[in-house]
């Protein structure tokens, strides 16, 4: 089975191989392609990985190609994990929205609709060459923003294209562990859009145990998201939001955190990483110690600002298992490729899963995965409050997705202005302005 990684000098991606490595089982993936645009990445990662399959004689091939059909034609599946702009293009986002005193997350308002923006041009061109290349193929997407970029590419390859995102994964594990579950038995009832969802329930034997957990003080100061958003908020909501929620549930909190922070976490990690390809560049330097060295760090100081906003402080080391981004993308590609039957929480369409929203909606929750691709799960519906934010920011991605689409200056503000936690229509136009000056890349939106 063939593997094409997009983005494939990007830090994450020796994760994947990894767990490949961990893949004994017939069928499994015996050659990765990796394919980037920077040379300079794709080299370095491609000497973390040789030695991370040394000795390893059943190790899947490696190559290594900057030319995009090349690297897609006759592939499996497509792990998608590109990043248009670099980590300079995340600082930029950083930067501009905080100058407006709006948040600039990547992913979560200004910042994502600017990462959005430029982002699903390219993964719509990605999409049709894979149509036309690998039409067989399964795409995997983990390109921020998530939700949007599986939406964008879904309208050309349709159900054959999943995101995924290892936050929710990462959030019902830490649920789990705290009151003596399994993760891997325990059915999680988890619902929203990518960065945009909550943990509703957590069922054991038929038994919801989440009540038991929100009943007790001390067990929510136990993990990271109970400590984030304090047990009384937990308890008004009756539910575990994710992470990222903090965001607009505390949100004056966190831009102020922003803005008062040395560096930015984009700026932070364009500089760290930078350090670990300049250092990949010596030939004496050991590739898989300083990559290892490099994610603890990057681990350890994740969502900094806002454990800072909240006064919880550093991470604790229970919290500093990432969600296994790439054991479920593992576990996805068993689960196709072998039709090894399994429940992942994924970002697929909407279908009939949730009536405020239409059947192409990408969505984020469980899936009952098979050799015919990944189907959402029935789901309880949402709460009001949860329906004014999902309905709220789907319609922003809409705004988005037309934009890139038309060229047009004024959906993007559109999109700015309609987000919630963009407060005007001044502040939105002036984003509009401070992005199209800082990234070539949003040229295209030269219509009125």
């Not at 100061?221 to 958003?229: K, N, Y």
């Not at 970002?347 to 990408?362: I, Q």
């Not at 009001?384 to 988005?400: C, D, M, Q, S, Y």
Request: charged share 25%; hydrophobic share 45%.
């Amino acid at each position: 089975m063939k593997l094409t990684i997009l983005g494939g000098g990007g830090f994450r991606v020796p994760l994947v191989y990894g767990a490949l490595l961990g893949d004994h089982a017939e069928g499994r993936v015996t050659r990765v392609t990796l394919h980037d645009v920077d040379a300079g990445r794709l080299d370095a990662v491609a000497r973390v990985l040789a030695e991370q399959a040394a000795g390893r004689p059943d190790a899947p091939e490696l190559v290594v190609t900057r030319d995009l059909d090349e690297a897609v034609r006759g592939a499996d599946f497509v792990f998608s994990a590109i990043r248009v702009g670099g980590l300079e293009g995340r600082a930029a986002d950083e930067r501009v929205a905080l100058a407006e005193g709006v948040l600039g997350q990547e992913t979560v308002g200004a910042g994502g609709i600017a990462y959005g923006l430029r982002t699903v041009p390219v993964a719509v061109d990605i999409a049709r060459r894979i149509a036309a290349l690998a039409p067989d193929a399964w795409v995997i997407n983990f390109t921020n923003p998530a939700g949007l970029v599986t939406e964008a590419m879904s309208r050309v390859l349709g159900d054959r294209v999943v995101g995924i995102c290892d936050s929710p994964v990462g959030l019902g594990r830490r649920v789990a562990k705290v009151l003596g579950a399994d993760p891997a038995t325990a059915w999680i009832d988890y619902v929203g859009l990518n960065h945009l969802g909550w943990l509703r329930g957590l069922h054991v034997g038929g038994r919801d145990e989440l009540p038991r957990l929100l009943a007790d003080p001390k067990a929510l100061d136990s993990f990271e998201e109970g400590r984030l958003f304090g047990p009384d908020w937990l308890r008004s909501l009756g539910a575990v939001p994710n992470e990222y929620l903090h965001y607009y549930y505390f949100n004056r909190e966190t831009v102020r955190a922003y803005q008062e922070a040395k560096q930015t976490r984009g700026a932070f990690l364009r500089t760290q990483q930078a350090s670990f390809y300049e250092e990949m560049e010596r030939p004496g330097a050991p590739p898989l110690d300083t990559w290892h060295r490099t994610l603890a760090e990057r681990e350890a100081t994740y969502m900094a600002a806002n454990r800072e906003a909240a006064g919880i402080g550093e991470r604790d080391e229970g919290d500093l298992e990432s969600g296994g981004y790439e054991k479920v993308a593992l576990a996805l590609m068993r689960a196709v490729s072998r039709d090894e039957r399994t429940t992942l929480i994924l970002n697929v369409r909407n279908r009939s899963t949730l009536s405020v929203l239409d059947a192409d909606a990408v969505i984020e929750v469980p899936c009952l995965v098979d050799a015919n691709g990944a189907h959402p799960a029935a789901v309880d519906p949402l709460p009001l409050h949860a329906v004014g934010l999902v309905t709220a920011v789907k319609a922003v991605e809409r705004e988005v997705l037309a934009a890139a689409a038309s060229g047009s200056r004024s959906g993007a503000v559109r999109a700015f202005a309609l987000h919630p936690l963009v407060d005007s229509v001044s502040v939105a136009r002036r984003l509009v302005d401070g992005y199209l000056a800082e990234h070539p890349g949003l040229a295209y939106l030269h219509r009125p």
